[in-house]
């Protein structure tokens, strides 16, 4: 009798880490590779082509923010089952994410057979938390008149807010977005006001002391 293979589609702007992702699904012998993406329009078109139980999504793609992509993929199959993968640790983006309708969050340099591990999670309809992102959704859930500022901001606010806490510049954030410099000043006045901050330097040191760069 055949097993049933867990199906599943890459959506990873780097063909040279879809291309291990794969090799390492493939060879766990019950997980087939149905779909590959490399921008937020292909894996869109994925998703309408092909039946997939799990999608893996990288944070980190040329047309939109994966929190963007996330829900723009939802939208199409709500039932789909993605896990977010990144290379920012788990305090910056795995909350946002699993709000937004991931099931899961990993960074990309964890061992292949947490990867493996989630996926079957999710397969079975489970959402995969780790220890430290529970521990997070914990203390939020046991805090909630005391949320951090920046989960207050929207997701280009919170995108904007780390630009600018790596230092870059208002046009330059601009350029990379496809933004005009008006909108990424009105994003920045933004969360200025809702974070109760003055200055570029506030929002620099209050992203280092919270860990978002």
């Given at each position: ?12 702007d780097?063909?040279?880490l ?33 039946a ?18 996330l ?33 899961g ?6 061992a ?25 959704l914990?203390?939020q859930?046991g ?21 600018i ?18 909108t ?10 809702k ?9 620099t ?9």
């Amino acid at each position: 009798m055949d097993i049933q293979k867990i199906k599943v589609i890459i959506v990873d702007d780097h063909a040279i880490l879809r291309s291990g992702i794969k090799q390492i699904l493939l060879a766990s012998g019950d997980i087939d590779v149905v779909g590959e993406a490399e921008n937020v329009a292909q894996a869109i078109k994925c998703v309408r082509e092909v039946a997939a139980d799990v999608m893996l999504l990288d944070i980190s793609l040329p047309d939109k923010t994966g929190i963007e992509a996330l829900k723009l993929i939802k939208r199409e199959n709500a039932a789909l089952n993605i896990l977010m993968l990144s290379m920012y640790m788990e305090e910056q983006y795995a909350v946002r994410s699993i709000r937004s309708g991931a099931s899961g969050y990993l960074c990309k340099h964890t061992a292949s057979e947490e990867l493996l591990t989630a996926i079957h999670t999710l397969a079975k309809g489970k959402k995969y938390i780790t220890p430290n992102v529970a521990e997070i959704l914990a203390e939020q859930v046991g805090n909630d008149y005391a949320v951090a500022l920046h989960e207050t901001l929207s997701d280009r606010e919170f995108q904007v807010m780390r630009m600018i806490a790596s230092g870059q510049s208002v046009s330059e954030i601009a350029d990379k977005l496809a933004l005009s410099v008006k909108t990424v000043s009105m994003y920045r006045t933004r969360l200025l006001e809702k974070m109760h901050l003055k200055h570029n330097a506030d929002i620099t040191h209050y992203a280092i002391k919270n860990q978002l760069v």
